[in-house]
C-alpha cells in the first residue's frame, strides 16, 4: 500500500544516483555447508563460528550464534533438505547454506512486508479480507526503554472517530502471515501531520531486532548507524515491498517546495519529495542515504506517497516522528 496523489511537480528531475552495491565475497565451501560467505570480515574469522554451527543442529544456531558474540538476522528455507542462514556482528555479516530444516529465526528489520488487517492476524494462517501491504522502517527506542519499529500510518489508517482501522500487524513471512505482531501502539496522524506509526517488534534469541537494512538472502544488510538531514540533493535510497531494495535517486531542491507545500496540505502530512520511483506496497519503507563503502547508511525518512503522473516518491523525515515520538533511533555500531 501507498498513499497515492494527483499531482504534478513543476520540474524536470534530476538523474538517479546509484548506491554502491554491497556483496558478499565467498569463502571455501566446508564439509556440511555448501555456501558460506561473508561481508565486512575475512573468511578466516567466519570459520570459527561455522564450524561451530555445524557441529549442533540447525536448531541450537540462535545459542551458537550468541556465545560467539554475533546474531542471527534471519533464516529462510532454501530447498527441500536445506536452508541458509544470516547473521551480523558489528559491520561483519555472515551467510551459510546448511542442510536441514530452516531453524525458526527471523525478526524486525527495516525493508521487510508488514501486513496490517482489522480482523485477527494468525501466523500460518491466510490474511484476511481487505488486509494491506506495507513495509517496515527503522528501528527505535520508545521514551518507556521498549523498542518499536516504524512504519506509514495510513498503512492503519484512521475511522472516521479515530480510532485506528487496521489495527493488527505482522512480519509476513510467505505465503502467511508469518510473526504477528499485534496492534498498532500509536498512530501519529491522529495528532500530527506525520505519516507515522509505532508497532511492536518481536523479543527473544529467536526474535531479533536489528538496526538494519534488509536486503534479502543474497546480499548484506546495510547498517543504520545514525540519522541524516533531508537537504536537497541529497543522494538517498528506498527498499520497499513492491519495488526492491535500494531504489536511489536524490532528494529534490527548491522548485518543488511549493508542491511539497501542497501536498502536504492535500494529504495532511509533512513530506519531502524524491526522484525515485516508488509502487503501491513501498509505504512505511525506509528511506536512507547512498550506502558508504563500510556498508552503513543514516536514516532519512519514512516513504509514503506517490505523485501520480511520475510516481515518485515523497517521504516523512525521520526527525520530526522521533521528536513526536520523544524516541530515539537505534543506531548499529559505526
Known amino acids: 500500500m501507498l498513499l497515492a496523489l494527483v499531482a504534478g511537480l513543476p520540474l524536470a528531475l534530476p538523474g538517479a544516483a546509484r548506491a554502491e552495491a554491497g556483496l558478499y565475497t565467498g569463502c571455501q565451501p566446508v564439509a556440511g555447508a555448501s555456501v558460506v560467505e561473508v561481508a565486512g570480515a575475512s573468511c578466516d574469522s567466519a570459520s570459527v563460528v561455522v564450524a561451530q554451527l555445524l557441529a549442533v543442529p540447525p536448531e541450537s544456531a540462535a545459542a551458537v550464534l550468541g556465545a560467539a558474540g554475533w546474531t542471527p538476522l534471519r ?133 531479533p531486532a536489528s538496526p538494519v537494512i534488509y536486503r534479502g538472502i543474497a546480499r548484506p544488510p546495510w547498517r543504520v548507524v545514525g540519522r541524516a538531514r533531508p537537504r536537497s540533493d541529497r543522494a538517498v535510497c528506498m527498499t520497499g515491498r513492491t519495488s526492491g531494495i535500494d531504489q536511489c535517486g536524490q532528494i529534490l531542491g527548491p522548485k518543488v517546495r511549493r508542491a511539497e507545500r501542497l501536498l502536504s496540505i492535500f494529504a495532511g502530512t509533512l513530506v519531502r519529495c524524491t526522484s525515485i520511483v516508488a509502487r503501491p506496497g513501498d509505504s512505511g519503507g525506509p528511506v536512507y542515504t547512498a550506502p558508504a563503502a563500510d556498508g552503513t547508511v543514516r536514516a532519512i525518512g519514512i516513504a509514503v506517497i506517490i505523485v501520480r503522473g511520475r510516481d515518485r516518491m515523497c517521504f516523512t523525515p525521520i526527525k520530526p516522528v522521533l521528536r513526536a515520538l520523544r524516541a530515539k533511533l537505534v543506531a548499529a555500531p559505526g
Do not use: M, Q, Y
Open 75 to 207: 533464516a529462510r528455507e532454501a530447498g527441500p533438505e536445506e536452508h541458509d542462514l544470516v547473521a551480523i556482528r558489528g559491520l561483519e555479516t555472515l551467510h551459510i547454506r546448511r542442510p536441514g530444516a530452516a531453524p525458526d529465526l527471523d525478526g524486525w528489520s527495516a525493508g521487510r512486508e508488514l501486513l496490517f488487517a482489522r480482523g485477527r492476524l494468525v501466523g500460518g494462517k491466510p490474511a484476511p479480507r481487505g488486509t494491506a501491504v506495507c513495509t517496515s522502517s527503522f528501528l527505535v527506542r520508545l521514551r518507556s526503554g521498549r523498542l518499536g519499529g516504524l512504519s506509514a500510518a495510513h498503512c492503519g489508517g484512521l475511522r472516521r472517530d479515530r480510532t485506528v482501522n487496521r489495527r493488527n500487524a505482522a512480519l509476513r513471512r510467505p505465503p502467511a502471515p508469518g510473526i504477528v505482531l499485534g496492534r498498532v501502539l500509536r498512530l501519529l496522524t491522529r495528532t500530527k501531520p506525520l505519516d507515522a506509526l509505532v508497532l511492536r517488534v518481536p523479543r527473544g534469541a529467536s526474535r
